[in-house]
């Protein structure tokens, strides 16, 4: 999509959205969504933004609590921002720099209550007074000590080294602010605080959540029109089956599906055949891979060589065409990072004949692992007991897929059972649960990733530096911490230069497929579908899908 269809700021009538999932939280301070960061902005304000604009430009971020982009000094190693005065929360209290202080400290320092967000800042920000958090710090007075606040509408970040995608993490929704005294932690989602255009009346957890203008809203306070109200109400169903929403955009029940990860195989081949409604589609890469990651706690996957024979053994071209096809699914992935970020270099390290798997290669592979860690076979080379590979419950693509992966890994002698879970725990309780990977003996986990901001850093860290790895809540599925790696995206982060620093970031990529930590499957394009009825559609650069929070109703 090159261009916003059916532009429009014209207000009125209910926009309804259905999402086949939940949110994981909507507390912009506790979420790890991709599609709750793409409407979060109805309801908040983060210190900055993407750009409301179709194309490479919407990869860009743009003010929106703050008044501009970050100051740069002190060699890189600070950043200054000033907020808007005037903005308000929807009890028409004004909203201060403290309120952003806090916001991220119990987003990134509270993560023993808030599990699902992302941690960036303490990765960089200074921390001499290695706070513990508002949680389990109560003095209001404590905080993290690089992280100031001169006067209400100043805030100055000091970092411990130089991190040129700062604005980036400024454009989390973790940065909307928070008021201290209405915080109530793992609940604070039950009584969100607007900044944005709407406010949250009503959120039945797995049933729906209704959106409806905010009062203490100043359009003023908004000169680049980035929270425009387009409709007078705005309903999320939750929980839908798959098998009705693409029905329901076409009959009008509603208007876009908020999942944004494209319609059903079925319908795929109904708007491919339609040329008025191809015509109402787009099909764009995501800013997302679709892979498996290998459990490197579970033995005799700590071996190298037995990831290689899972890396070796997977039929990308049967997975591709389960995942969508060419148009609906995407790209057979040769890397992890997706061909739209900065500095991807082609990788090729498992190429196979028609990428249908080489069983004789993983076979090699296998008796490599088993000459290691004989203890962990049978006398027939057959990989003893049997294994759990996880999936997430919200779509029947991604069972094919793992239906696939278990036919292949029967095909070497690994058995495995196949465990479906719910999308909203999937990380919290099940594949990002390390006492559950390790009882369950969870050897593989199916995964769809986007990039928390497009740069090799935004896309890979949460994934595979070791300083991403926890207890529960985190995306390091394969619970690896590699120092080729750690020290690659160190070094990648200390480069001034773009295109060195994009070399970097492909190096980091080679050196993860080296390792065997995860198998690439597809680089995701989703074949979406816009009715007549939907305004002000843009298809985000940025964060991979339609911007929802821009879009209205006619």
């Not at 065409?321 to 790209?331: I, P, S, V």
């Not at 962990?376 to 919200?394: H, I, Y």
């Not at 059972?417 to 990002?432: Q, V």
Request: with cysteine.
């Amino acid at each position: 999509m090159t261009s916003i269809v059916r532009p429009s700021d014209k207000e009125g009538g209910t926009l309804t959205m259905v999402d086949r999932s939940d949110f994981d939280s909507v507390d912009t301070g506790n979420t790890y969504d991709a599609f709750a960061w793409a409407i979060m902005d109805d309801w908040s304000r983060p210190m900055m933004t993407y750009a409301q604009q179709p194309g490479a430009a919407g990869a860009k971020v743009v003010p929106d609590l703050a008044q501009a982009p970050g100051v740069v000094s002190n060699n890189g190693l600070t950043w200054t921002y000033k907020i808007k005065p005037g903005v308000k929360y929807q009890d028409g209290s004004v909203v201060t720099s403290q309120d952003v202080k806090y916001a991220i400290e119990r987003s990134n320092w509270g993560q023993n209550i808030l599990i699902n967000g992302p941690s960036y800042f303490p990765e960089f920000v200074q921390d001499n007074t290695h706070y513990k958090g508002p949680y389990a710090d109560k003095n209001p007075n404590d905080g993290v000590s690089g992280i100031t606040t001169p006067d209400n509408q100043t805030i100055v970040f000091n970092l411990t080294t130089p991190f040129s995608d700062f604005d980036y993490l400024m454009a989390l929704p973790g940065s909307a602010p928070v008021p201290r005294a209405k915080d109530t932690g793992a609940d604070y989602f039950k009584t969100y605080d607007s900044t944005g255009q709407y406010k949250i009346d009503n959120y039945q957890v797995g049933n729906e959540l209704d959106l409806s203008p905010n009062p203490a809203f100043d359009p003023s306070t908004d000169p680049d029109k980035l929270h425009v109200l387009r409709a007078s109400k705005i309903v999320i169903k939750l929980k839908q089956d798959v098998s009705t929403i693409d029905d329901n955009l076409f009959d009008g029940a509603a208007n876009v599906d908020l999942t944004g990860v494209g319609v059903q195989p079925a319908t795929q081949s109904k708007i491919l055949g339609n040329p008025k409604y191809k015509a109402d589609a787009d099909s764009a890469y995501a800013n997302s891979t679709e892979y498996f990651a290998i459990n490197t706690l579970q033995k005799p996957f700590d071996n190298v060589d037995c990831r290689k024979a899972i890396e070796w053994v997977v039929d990308k071209a049967t997975m591709q065409t389960e995942a969508g096809g060419a148009q609906g699914g995407g790209d057979i992935a040769s890397t992890i990072d997706p061909p739209t970020i900065p500095g991807w270099k082609a990788g090729d390290q498992y190429l196979t004949p028609g990428n249908k798997g080489d069983v004789a290669q993983s076979k090699k592979e296998l008796a490599l692992c088993q000459t290691a860690e004989p203890d962990q076979f049978n006398p027939d080379g057959t990989v003893k007991g049997s294994f759990e590979v996880m999936a997430r419950d919200n779509a029947v693509k991604e069972a094919n897929m793992v239906q696939t992966l278990q036919t292949n890994l029967k095909s070497i002698g690994i058995s495995v059972t196949i465990d479906l879970k719910p999308f909203d725990k999937y990380n919290s309780a099940f594949a990002g649960n390390k006492q559950y990977a390790q009882q369950h003996r969870v050897a593989v986990s199916f995964m769809k990733w986007g990039a928390d901001f497009p740069s090799g850093y935004g896309f890979m860290y949460g994934i595979l530096d070791g300083a991403s790895i926890r207890d529960a809540g985190g995306y390091n599925l394969s619970w690896d911490a590699d120092k080729a790696i750690d020290d690659g995206i160190t070094k990648a982060l200390a480069e001034t230069d773009p295109t060195t620093r994009g070399n970097d970031y492909a190096a980091v990529d080679h050196q993860a497929l080296s390792d065997a930590l995860v198998v690439p499957l597809v680089w995701d394009k989703n074949l979406v579908y816009r009715p007549e009825s939907l305004t002000n559609v843009i298809f985000s650069q940025g964060l991979g899908m339609y911007l929802m929070s821009a879009l209205g109703v006619q």
